[in-house]
């Protein structure tokens, strides 16, 4: 029993096609019927060359059995089979086992049936049009040489030979056409099973897809409320402390309050940092290309990190080609920031030397340009191993060795997000202890072809004093006041109005103050405004409303005053939003008093601002 289990589990085994394990069957069957064939063969006294033919048959079939399982994926032992059983045995068995009084034209039927069973069509119309060939030419051949035909010896040998091949090519069939369709069947069953099963894994991924944008959607509405409710706070610190740093003497609170200054810029950052990246990975984020001076942000980009650098007794220097194209095509911010994240990372982690930030560029074609921008650093370098995993997320190399400095491992994956989006690149050239050089490159539009010139002496041009114990952006000089200026600052924080009101304390604007939309539509009725500074999140009527209120009031002394949006939403695009909403300018929290006043500079009629220098002297 075992051994019939076994040939029957190696003929039918799983990685077996339907059509090859239907080779198997025929095979088979014509294999077995050999034996009674043979012997009915003997009973009805066929020739001695019929039945030697019979046995060469039986070792033929299972030479083929052999092959045929042997190279599974071949085409050619089907071939072989329909070819030697087609046009070699079936027309000499027709000579050799009785002509057409025998049961030999079933068995060539036979052969031209399951020849279309067992290979492709091409091959299928071929052999049957040569089989169809083949058999008239035996016919003809038999009516015209009838002594070439060996003849079974009587007529009832012949009337049984014919109902005997009847017989066994039923069986045959009968055995290959309820194999197939019971193949076919177990085959459908289990398409169809899968296809449930398919079904219900597409039904559960749907849920599950459905169950992640609602929970990332449930995320970015998280951060962007994060956002703000982190930002209101710092706005508020980081306002008092500008305070404390304009007005008090004492050396030791100033020290205090340069780190609460410091702290609290580092804590905004880190606020940015996550927002941008949760930006980025919900696919939110998108460029804004607009038309810049490349020279602005060179020069901002020395502003911001030149204190950094002297407090840490690192020279940084900023060289240039002076043939790169003054202005240029791109989205400007990301810039920026692309560049002073490799800034900040340069100052950070070198400990002495230098950092250097170098403008360079590659002409694509008439338009456009590769912008290459590279900052090269003589810090602590970075392993050959740790470049691979550099622009991961939140990878921070080596954490013993930076135990001591600050950061989250968001800077670089950023940066290189940013660029790809650019459709830029960014690479790294490090070796440890001794420095490393970041080098971005990425295809901006061509704005104006004037050249650029040496950043230096545009710098010395611009006559920059940079004051050696403050950051020069922390602490805005206040060059004028506006005395006759009105101003009405909105926002339901009562700290934040404060902030407002103080950081614009020496401009002698006047400021009233409304703690709502609702208190901000009375004031409007009653005064006529310079500038309104609106906060946009506010309980009741949000800062967007009152707005359009403002601009809407009957008999409103406002309709066309600029209104500015100050607001903690700093999310990528908020800009465009509150600009696109028809708000005359954006800025966001936490405020700087020299952001402040740059927005009563540009919003404020010029007769109202006196220079303190000039006297009563417009700056126009
Ligand atoms: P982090 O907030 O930790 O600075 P980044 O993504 O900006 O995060 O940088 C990832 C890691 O890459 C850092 O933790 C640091 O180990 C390494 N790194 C980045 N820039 C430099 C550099 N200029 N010199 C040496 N190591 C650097």
Known sequence: ?????????????????????????????????????????IIVRTSTMGIITQIVMIFFIALVLYFTNKYPDSSIPPMIIVGVANLLVFPYMYFVCGGYSSGIVIWILFGSIFTWLLVDTKPAIVITIIIFGLINGCLFI????????????????????????????????GVIFKYQTAAYEKQAK????????LRNLNEDLEEANLRLATASEAKSSFLANMSHEIRTPINAVLGMDEMILRECRDKQILEYANDIDSAGHQLLSLVNDILDFSKIESGKMELHPVEYELFSVMYDCYNMILMRARRKDLTFTVANDPELPAFLFGDEVRIRQVIMNLLTNAVKYTKDGSVTLSFGFENIDEDNINLIISVKDTGIGISEDNQKSLFDSFTRLDENMHRNIEGTGLGLSITKKFTDMMGGTIDVESELYKGSTFTVTIPQKIAGREAIGKFDEKLNHKRVTVPEDRDITAAPAEKFTAPHARILVVDDVKMNLNVVRLLLKKTNVQTDLAASGDECLKYTLMKRYDIILMDHMMPIMDGIEAFHRIREQADGLNTDTPVVALTANALVGAQEMYLAEGFASYLSKPVKGSDLEDCLLKLLPEDKIVWEDNGNEDKA
């Open 142 to 173: 038999e009516k015209m040489y009838p002594q070439f035909v060996a003849r079974l010896y009587t007529r009832n040998d012949e009337i049984m030979d014919t109902s005997l091949s009847f017989l066994f090519v039923t069986l045959i069939f």
């Open 190 to 197: 289990t398409l169809r099973a899968n296809d449930d099963a």
């Open 1 to 41: 029993m075992d051994f019939f289990k076994k040939i029957f589990g190696y003929f039918f085994r799983n990685e077996l096609t339907i059509r090859h394990k239907l080779v198997n069957v025929i095979l088979g069957t014509a294999f077995l019927v050999q034996f009674p064939s043979l012997i009915m063969g």
